[in-house]
């Protein structure tokens, strides 16, 4: 019988290889611009005809010579890697040799490129296969300029079986906005059918660049922590380093973890479509990471709402295997576990309340809403042109009243917070009960009435101890040390036995047993609370998800209160 397996023609081959990077137009803009950012390009120009199935990305980088432009699109062609020993050392975005010989084979493509320092740039077009086809000097400024026609023109089938154009192009310009996270130093100028698109600026930091590309979010709605992290302690080369100089190991970290981090008194999004994560310039799909980041904004949201989080892991490329997807998103990480404990840490120091993190620019929204409000009874108006001045606050906040026995008002360096007393307690009351989840035994027993088995099953659930006490009656003879000593401590139970996990009976238990609002407190209480509150974890929200604190600056009740006027001219005279 004659064999049925037989190799695939040339062309089919290089076909199937291009489908894997080459799928869409958003495909083609990040290879391109990927490319650019490998030549060291600060600025890249992408301009698009979605009709035409046309594409021109420029850039200010690098650029090639002749000769490398002869070479570029032949089949995996690159200047990034020579040996397999360099796929464990990769430090550029691009290094397979892929992209541009597969776009040969699904569209018409040249290139113009002049290297900085030379008086003449080149033009090469590239046929079938990435062989050259016509090379002509040209006038071009340094750089590279890609421009791919006819995307597809030989395989109809995908173009029709690709998403609407506006689909596309709304790919493009996520495409884009999420490689400028990655690199904020890069001005990006983007064109649709030769009118100007969107740009995005350059910035200091992705946090600077973020209220660009989510215009809900401003900048005080951020807080930014950056890292440095010592090697993975079960790495080859922390044992190597461990060997030979433990003090270097420590003191010259090759790692970074980079947060930026919405507050979440401040923003937060219907769906998690905000938390993204970045490995050396690249935004990567990883769920291990992405569920770590989820987890520890875990009770310091509203119910159903999720937080806006971007990370970027800059690591040495050993830890890293790019290999395991043909658009390089989904990676193999080495040493998930410890990635996963610094992410957790660095997210934690970013909700924390300190003198280093606090800036008046987080309330500028809020106070100047409030101020607002008030003198709209006033016969002047509030200039809040210069609101976004921002100056380092105390983390120590001094009780000095309480107003309608609800808000402690705390004074501190820079100007006075209003704290709910409940939600306060709520917080400190929750982490307490995270760290130690106590159950007592109850003398009396607790007897509840007509429980249905569900209800039963679920004090069960959260380890009560509970058992028949005759028809229809069942004693509760333990339950969670807070509600000991508290007189509804069955109206509780019975709440907790509506359902929830062990952390839903934790928030509530916490609720039920928090200081209530209308309590009065004397000053000591309430500094006693204001202390255990600002030791908090996740300070920022109760584990409902409500803001805790309002905080008023003295520089923006003196701008309110005019105490910059001259006296006289400020009557008049």
């Not at 999420?178 to 350059?202: G, K, S, Y």
């Not at 101020?371 to 983390?395: C, I, R, V, W």
Request: aromatic share 6%; charged share 20%; with cysteine.
């Amino acid at each position: 019988m004659a064999s049925t397996i037989q190799a695939l023609p040339t062309e089919v081959v290089y076909l199937i290889t291009a489908g894997e990077v080459i799928d869409s137009f958003a495909s083609v803009v990040r290879e391109l611009v990927e490319n650019s950012l490998d030549a060291g390009a600060t600025r890249i120009v992408v301009s698009l005809w979605p009709q035409q199935w046309r594409i021109h990305v420029a850039d200010n980088g690098c650029a090639m010579n002749i000769d490398d432009l002869q070479q570029a699109a032949t089949a995996h062609s690159t200047s990034k890697i020579r040996s397999s020993a360099d796929l464990w050392k990769i430090n550029s975005l691009g290094f397979r040799g892929e992209a541009l010989h597969s776009l040969t084979t699904l569209a018409d493509l040249e290139i113009l490129s002049r290297p900085p320092g030379e008086n003449l740039g080149w033009r090469v077009i590239y046929g079938d296969s990435g062989k050259v086809i016509q090379v002509e000097a040209t006038a071009i400024a340094p750089g590279t300029v890609v421009i791919v026609s006819n995307l597809f023109g030989n395989c109809s089938s995908r173009r029709q079986g690709l998403p609407s154009a506006a689909q596309q192009i709304k790919a493009v310009q996520w495409t884009i906005q999420q490689i400028a996270l990655c690199h904020p130093h890069v001005t990006w100028q983007v064109c649709q059918n030769d009118r100007q698109w969107f740009t995005i600026c350059p910035a200091a930091t992705a946090g600077k660049l973020l209220p660009q590309i989510i215009p809900q979010v401003r900048p005080g709605d951020l807080e930014e922590v950056r890292v440095e992290l010592p090697y993975p302690p079960n790495s080859e080369l922390s044992i190597q380093n461990s060997c030979t100089d433990e003090i270097n190991r420590v003191s010259s970290p090759n790692s970074a973890l980079s947060l930026v981090v919405g507050l979440p008194d401040r923003c937060h999004r219907h769906r998690p479509d905000w938390v993204r994560v970045a490995i050396n310039g690249r935004m990567v799909k990883s769920p291990e990471l992405e569920q770590t980041i989820l987890s520890a904004f875990y009770k310091t949201l509203p119910r159903d709402r999720y937080p806006i989080c971007f990370l970027h892991l800059a690591i040495s490329p050993d830890q890293i295997n790019w290999n395991r997807n043909p658009t390089k998103t989904e990676i193999y990480l080495n040493e998930l576990s410890y990635w996963q404990e610094q992410i957790t840490q660095g997210i934690n120091q970013a909700l924390r309340i300190s003198s280093a993190n606090f800036k008046e620019a987080v309330h500028t929204t809020r106070v100047g809403k409030l101020l607002k409000a008030a003198e709209a009874k006033g016969g002047y108006n509030f200039n809040p042109q210069n609101s976004n001045e921002s100056n380092d606050t105390q983390h120590s906040l001094k009780a000095i009243a309480q107003v309608s026995n609800t808000y402690i008002v705390a004074e501190h360096s820079g100007g006075m917070w209003l704290v709910e007393q409940h939600i306060a307690h709520e917080r400190v009351l929750y982490e307490q009960l995270c760290n130690n989840w106590q159950l007592v035994p109850m003398e009396p027993s607790v007897i509840l009435y007509q429980l249905s088995p569900a209800q039963v099953s679920q004090l069960q659930r959260i380890g009560l101890d509970i058992e028949p006490f005759g028809e229809q009656l069942w004693a509760v003879r333990t339950l969670p040390k807070l509600l000991q000593q508290r007189e509804d401590c069955a109206e509780a139970i019975l709440e907790l036995s509506w359902g929830g996990d062990l952390q839903t009976a934790q928030v509530a238990v916490a609720c039920r047993s928090a200081i209530r609002n209308g309590t009065p407190l004397n000053l000591e209480e309430m500094q006693t609370l204001l202390n255990e509150w600002q030791r908090t974890r996740n300070p920022r929200t109760c584990p409902h998800g409500r803001p805790i604190y309002l905080s008023l600056e003295e520089s923006a009740l003196a701008r309110f209160f005019r105490r910059n006027w001259v006296i006289g001219k400020s009557h008049g005279i």
